[in-house]
Each structure stands twice: as C-alpha cells, then as structure tokens.
C-alpha cells in the first residue's frame, strides 16, 4: 500500500500535486458553465445571422419554386438535393465553427490551456467491472444525480411558471391581427429564453464552486504524502532555487516594512538608498534597515517620504554603506564618524521628533 493511502488526508494538495494533475489532464471543469457560454454563444449567432440565414432559405424556396412543371428524374433530384445540403452547409457551418470555439474557451477560461495525452492512453483499469460498479455508487455520481434532478426539475417548474402566465393572455391575443399575435409570440419566446439562461448562468456559477470544491478536496494529502514529496523534490535545483527566490521577497518585505522606523534615508541620490536607525538605549552603533540599488531605491525612498523620514544625499557614503554593510547589522567602526554627522545633522533638523536621542 503506497504511503498515505491509510492515513486521513487532511492537507491541502502541494503545487507539485495540482501542476501533475493537470499533467494528466485532471483539472477542475465545469460542464454546466461552458454548456451556458457555448448555449448562450449559440443563441447570439442565431440572433444576429437571422438575415443570413433566412436569405438562404429564400434561395432554396426559389431554387425550387422555379422547378415548378418539370419533370422531376433521378438526376433533377440529386441535383436537388446537392443544392440544399450545399445551403445547409452554408447555413450551418459558420454558426458549428463559432460554437465550437467558444466551447473551447469555455473551457480554457476554466482551468488554462493544457494538452496532454493521458486521458486516452490505454487503462485496463478504465474497464474493470469492480471499479466502475463502485464508481457508478460514488458520492461524486450521486452529487452528479441530484445536480440534473434539480436542473431538469428548475427547468420544468419554471417554464410551466411562465406558460401558466402566458396562457392567461391568450384569450385576448386571439382578437388582435396575426401580426400582433407574432410579436406578442416572439416576446414571450425572448422572455422565456433570457429567463432560462438567467436559471443556467445561475446553475453554472454554482456548479463552478461545487467542482473545484470536490477537485481540492480529491486532491488532497495526508501529511507523510506532503513530508515524502517534500523529501523527494528537495534535491531539486529549482525547488531550491525558488525556496531562494522566496526567501528574498519575504526579506525584501520584512525589509520595507522596516522603513518607516528608519532615522534617515542615506541616498546616492537614486542609484543608492540605506535606511539607518540608531536607538542609543538597544545599540552600540546605527543599525541598517534597508539597503538597495536603482528600483530597489526608488521603493526605499518614496515609502521613505510616505512615513516622513527624512533623506539625506550623500553618495560615497550611500556607496560605502551599501557595499559594506548587511542588513540588520550595525554599521562598522570606521564609517562611525561619518554617520554621526549625518545622524546629528537630521536630529537637529527635527528637534520635535528626535527629542529623546538628543538627551
């Protein structure tokens, strides 16, 4: 038994384990949802080749109108025949193409694009009885139950809904001229349509939350799966790379934050910035907050300004500091001197702030 597999998966899955699946092709799709983009997809290019097509249907009428007293013979009929698949065609495949593509986004706006071949590679498991027998009981085809019980059964109750209310209508309608009676038609067919496309945008938006849940959910790990993964990839060059990767912005966070607690900001004037804090109380020597090159230093300084700490322009110093010294550390002995005259030179500055350090 693989390890794990006999233990509570509680943890969420790893990046490695949503990036494998997806390798595999098991990614979180809903149906509902981009059988509402592609339904809905559909109904606009009816809407607006409408001209389109009924200019064709048009053609074959007077194609074959004009057929009228002829002797109708196997060759007059395959021609026929060709003529209106031909205006089928014409009719059909531009509005095919569209939907298609707009299926395919609908899943692609889903989960991404991807494309693997393991989903139709061979599996004699895909065929054992056993399995798909505990598959056909599975909570997941229950859910998959109930999910077209209620869609069939919002559907029906909201159409009949909509009929008992237009059927009250129909007394009247029969009085006013056929024309009126085909707008009156129309109308309620366009009511009826937007109503039920508000129902499966509804049923799709649901379904999304309901997929992904039970996605992440089978997903998950139990914790000797996360600690055996992480056993495996940490001799990874990239893994540690971007553990490094990761260190640095979480530093260079902790660093920015720091900043508003500076006593000054050292610049070059912008290809250099350190921020220096001096708590004669805590520390035998001024401190280095943050430190940083070109965008690094433009960052340094406007949060800088933002929280009123003052910057000074002092470029070999601004230089030296930030060739020599670390961060969180204090500055060495021999840049002592000079630092004093810019610290005593911003104090004296804010007399009001800096109060206390000049005790």
């Known amino acids: 038994m693989p390890a ?8 969420e899955a790893t990046e490695k384990k949503i990036d494998d699946a997806r390798k595999k092709g098991n990614v979180p799709k809903s149906q509902d949802m981009a059988g509402f983009i592609t339904l809905l997809v559909g109904l606009a290019v009816l809407f607006f080749m409408i001209g389109f097509i009924w200019e064709h249907i048009y053609k074959v009428y007077v194609y074959c109108s004009s057929l009228f007293g002829q002797e109708f013979d196997t060759k007059l009929i395959a021609k026929i025949s060709i003529r209106i698949i031909l205006e089928v065609v014409i009719i059909v495949l531009p509005i095919c193409l569209i939907v298609m593509i707009f299926g395919i986004l609908a899943n692609v706006m889903q989960f991404g694009f991807i494309f693997s071949t393991h989903p139709i590679t061979p599996d004699l ?15 997941k085809k229950l859910i998959e139950g109930i999910k077209i019980i209620f869609k069939v059964a919002a559907v ?28 009156w038609l129309k109308e309620k067919m366009l009511i009826l349509a937007a109503v039920l496309l508000l129902l499966f945008l509804f049923i799709g938006v649901i379904d999304v939350f309901i997929t992904r849940f039970q996605y992440f959910k089978n997903l998950r790990m139990s914790k000797q799966e ?20 990761l260190q640095m912005q979480g ?15 050292i610049t070059n004037p912008t290809h250099y910035a350190v921020a220096l804090r001096y708590d004669k ?6 401190v ?14 406007k949060i800088a300004i933002e929280h009123g700490v003052q910057i000074v322009e002092n470029p070999p110093l601004a230089r030296e500091l930030y060739k020599l010294c ?21 104090y004296m500055s804010n007399k009001e702030k800096f109060a206390s350090k000049l005790k």
Do not use: W
């Open 4 to 11: 794990g597999d006999d233990q509570e998966k509680t943890e």
């Open 125 to 139: 498991n895909k065929i054992n009885p056993i399995k798909g027998l505990a598959n056909l009981f599975s909570i």
């Open 326 to 346: 670390d961060l969180d550390r204090q500055i060495p002995p021999h840049l002592f001197g000079a630092v004093a005259e810019v610290l005593s030179f911003v």
């Open 281 to 286: 109380e805590q520390e035998s020597a001024p």
């Open 288 to 301: 280095v907050l943050a430190k940083g090159i070109d965008f690094i230093a433009l960052q340094i300084r």
């Open 251 to 265: 530093a260079r966070r902790r660093m920015m934050q720091n900043i508003p607690t500076a006593d000054v900001v």
């Open 226 to 245: 996360v600690k055996d993964e992480f056993k495996q990839m940490e001799g990874d060059p990239q893994v540690k790379a971007r553990i490094r990767q």
């Open 156 to 183: 029906f109750v909201i159409t009949y809904f909509f009929f008992a209310e237009f059927m009250k209508e129909l007394p009247y309608t029969v009085l006013i001229p056929i024309e009126k009676q085909l707008l």
